[in-house]
């Protein structure tokens, strides 16, 4: 993945420009890829899912996975959207069989990702939500990679 | 020994009624049941886990289901003692398949399984959603077609059922579901998890109309939408930090009031314009006693009766399950057989 070259910093005003710059990215991101996506809470984190989702030709509503914790679409590449929020600590993942997905040939999307850095792959492309305010989000895409 | 057969045919034409013994343990709590022909509920055995989970402020699977299946031997054992039933005395077995967490489904159903396995009794899978529909059944006599309010943590859907098998789902919410919203404003003004019965309680102490805050119709369709109520929520939170109780009162109670407003009008429109004679809430939301009060309401007049279950039978229990499973079977005798084994746990299933 060649995500280095993502790295940026992106400003936007309502809900919508998050979305088209989700869709937008949506062609940067291939199979196999992870991107993980904090901040609080209406940040914008499952908007600009919803963003990328349309963007690789989901047809299906995207929806909070906060309840179910993943949820599974498909697109031109297979999507899952993991939703973090409800696991706290360092929690046996296996269960979930998060390997399958993270290792696996479509594109993970976390929420609330902060939480399991120690079972995180060694690079993902890093996304940070800041709220300025009620209709700006500051949007920080880092190339993440831990040394080992 | 002609006159035992006769004794235990006699038996069993006497035994014209059916227990069900169901096992349900899609997300938090572990429970079992026995109901009897559909509507009797023998026990209802619930071993809350919420002590565990309070600190976490919310639901950590991997604990679930650990928990679920040190739990669950333990409440099955219960609900058949409190029913004052053998396993022996069980017809059916019943358990739910999904929609829910993968980790705790599967204790519930392995559980089921292996019972059904070594006493050869039958077992059928059951759509959690439908559970939760079905808990009307338990306590109201009610026949379909009707228009249901599906509201839970993890579901918001308005649903048309014909009949017993027949489910259509107009409308869903298109981001975050309305327990779940009123479970990340109970976090994020520190009140603790669940969020739900909290803020019930704490917005009878507030004013509704305190803050005005956005109603999410989305006219002209039959979805929901419920991250903007939440963001406004972080949003006023924001520039006015609670400042007493009195205030929390008041924007808990304001949320609320948003919520309701919007679940009951739109749901009363779309019976009204689809002639729907009935409407029936389903899921932990419908436990709300403001939801309620506005429904009934707000329904005088428009010539639709409305149905809701008890509070204890609105968030996740066994005996909802156990009820949708006699409704599948109706007074079909089921025979057991190895193939009822092969379900698999779907934690997306849909209705
Ligand atoms: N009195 C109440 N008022 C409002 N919400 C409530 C009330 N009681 C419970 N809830 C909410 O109901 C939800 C739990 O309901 P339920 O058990 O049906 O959901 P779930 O099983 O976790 O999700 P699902 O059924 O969608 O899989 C929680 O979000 C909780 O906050
Ligand atoms: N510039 C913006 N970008 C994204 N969302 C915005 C923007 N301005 C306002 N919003 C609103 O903020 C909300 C973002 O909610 P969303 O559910 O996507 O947040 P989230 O980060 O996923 O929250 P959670 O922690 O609950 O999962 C939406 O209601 C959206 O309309
Ligand atoms: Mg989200
Ligand atoms: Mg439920």
Not at chain 1, 9 to 34: C, H, M, N, Y
Not at chain 1, 50 to 72: C, M
Not at chain 1, 88 to 110: A, N, P
Request: hydrophobic share 40%; charged share 20%.
């Amino acid at each position: 993945m060649s995500i280095s070259k993502l790295n940026k910093i992106v400003i936007t005003k309502s809900a919508a420009e998050t979305q088209r710059f989700g869709r937008k990215l949506a062609r940067q991101l291939k199979p196999g890829d992870l991107v993980c996506l904090s901040g609080g809470l209406g940040a914008g984190k499952t908007c600009l899912v919803q963003g990328i989702a349309r963007g690789l030709q989901v047809k299906d509503y995207v929806n909070s996975p906060t309840f179910k914790i993943i949820n599974e679409y498909a697109g031109k590449i297979p999507v899952y959207h993991f939703d973090l929020y409800r696991l706290e600590g360092l929690t046996d993942l296996r269960e979930l069989g998060y390997e399958e997905y993270f290792y696996g040939q479509g594109l993970s999307l976390v929420e609330w990702a902060e939480k399991i850095i120690p079972f995180l792959p060694k690079q993902y492309l890093r996304i940070e939500l800041r709220r300025v305010d009620e209709h700006t989000r500051k949007i920080i895409l880092t190339d993440w990679r831990r040394k080992k | 020994m002609q006159n035992l057969h006769l004794i235990t045919s006699l038996l069993q034409t006497n035994k014209d009624f059916m227990n069900i013994l169901a096992i349900e343990t899609s997300c938090d709590e572990a429970s079992a049941s026995v109901v009897q022909n559909g509507r009797k509920i023998l026990s209802n055995v619930i071993s809350s886990q919420i002590h565990i989970h309070a600190k976490y402020g919310g639901v950590v699977p991997e604990l679930a289901s650990r928990h679920h299946l040190e739990n669950i031997n333990f409440v099955v054992a219960e609900a058949l003692a409190k029913a004052r039933l053998r396993i022996n005395d069980i017809d059916t077995l019943a358990v739910t398949q999904g929609p829910g967490l993968v980790g705790s489904l599967l204790a519930g159903i392995m559980a089921a399984k292996t019972l059904s396995l070594i006493y050869r009794l039958p077992l059928l899978p059951i759509n959690h959603i439908e559970g939760h529909i079905y808990a009307n059944f338990l306590e109201h006599r009610i026949k379909p077609p009707f228009l249901a309010l599906v509201i839970s943590g993890g579901h918001t859907e308005l649903v048309i059922q014909r009949d017993h098998t027949h489910y259509k789902i107009l409308g869903r919410t298109r981001d975050d579901a309305v327990g779940e919203a009123y479970d990340k404003v109970a976090k994020l003004l520190d009140l603790g998890y669940p969020g739900g019965p909290v803020i019930d309680k704490l917005a009878k102490k507030g004013d509704p109309q305190y803050i005005k805050f956005p109603r999410p119709y989305l006219t002209g369709s039959y979805d929901f939408s419920f991250s903007g109520l939440k963001t406004s929520v972080v949003n006023y939170v924001s520039k006015h930090p609670a400042s007493s109780v009195q205030h929390l009162a008041d924007v808990v109670a304001s949320f609320q009031q948003a919520v309701i407003e919007v679940l009951v009008n739109k749901t009363i429109q779309t019976a009204l314009k689809l002639k729907m004679k009935k409407i029936v809430l389903a899921g932990g939301v419908a436990a709300n006693s403001a939801l309620r009060g506005l429904f009934t309401d707000k329904i005088r007049k428009t010539g639709i009766t409305l149905y809701y279950p008890s509070p204890v039978l609105c968030t996740d229990n066994a005996a909802m399950i156990g009820c949708a499973a006699y409704y599948r079977l109706k007074n079909k005798k089921l025979e057991y057989n190895q193939k009822m084994l092969t379900f698999k746990a779907a934690p997306n299933l849909q209705l």
